[in-house]
């Protein structure tokens, strides 16, 4: 499997490996090297602190590095009539009654805190590819399911400024 990445993703993954690599790496083996010199490594609470952080960011960069390497590039929907990735959907949620201003994005820069909705979360599956005044039925699950309403489309690009998680 392949995960779906816009090329600002590719660029902000390489970004963060980079400094990883040069700044974190560098900070924690010198914090691994002190915490060393105190002694007795065995009840040493910095040393073992600091040996987990290194985990974490050997970790996270192997992560990013697997995602580069699996990721298929995909571009941003122009059809200015149909949801693309990044546009921005007033959408009416037909059960509440609720109008609620959303943006789609790939899986790695999503914030649901901030409505910002992964395109491969069933809602984001859902609206995709979808036009001004469509009813969309969103399935949440087998049994479970809700409908919205398309208002309004507000094309934008790949926002670099949307940072991935």
């Not at 590719?10 to 560098?26: A, D, S, T």
């Not at 390497?69 to 693309?84: F, H, M, Q, R």
């Amino acid at each position: 499997m392949y995960n779906e990445l816009t090329e600002n993703d590719i660029k902000k993954m390489k970004e963060e490996i980079e400094y990883r690599i040069k700044v974190v790496r560098p900070k924690i083996i010198k914090e691994i090297q002190e915490s060393r010199a105190m002694g007795d490594l065995s009840e040493n609470a910095e040393y073992h602190a600091a040996r987990r952080e290194k985990g974490k960011n050997e970790g996270r960069i192997e992560y990013l590095k697997n995602m580069i390497d699996t990721a298929k590039i995909i571009s941003l929907n122009d059809n200015k009539d149909e949801v693309g990735i990044f546009d921005k959907v007033e959408i009416l949620f037909e059960d509440e009654n609720e109008v609620e201003k959303v943006q789609i994005s790939t899986t790695l820069r999503n914030d649901v805190s901030k409505g910002i909705i992964s395109k491969e979360s069933p809602f984001g599956k859902a609206i995709l590819g979808r036009k001004v005044g469509e009813r969309v039925k969103v399935n949440v699950s087998k049994d479970v399911g809700y409908f919205v309403k398309i208002l309004s489309i507000e094309k934008s690009g790949d926002d670099i400024d949307l940072p991935i998680m």
